[in-house]
């Protein structure tokens, strides 16, 4: 399990935005954004068809 990035409350505006954009970024890629859908890994015996699937799942995550 990942540690969720803590929110930043600096009393300084645009760090703290810069702080949650980077948050949800990376609590996007990671899975850790609320009702982000678990990724469990492939069998060893998986299609190509479910390893091309699976890549897109990733991708998806990762570029949006």
């Given at each position: 399990?990942k ?22 970024n990376?609590?996007?890629m990671?899975g ?7 990724l ?5 015996t998986?299609?190509?068809a479910?390893?091309i ?12």
């Open positions: 399990m540690v969720a990035v803590p929110s930043l409350n600096t009393g300084n505006a645009e760090i703290d935005r810069f702080g949650e954009a980077a948050k949800q990376l609590d996007r990671t850790q954004q609320k009702n982000a859908a678990k469990s890994p492939l069998p060893s998986a299609s190509t479910e390893q699937a699976r890549l897109n799942a990733l991708l998806e995550r990762l570029q949006g």
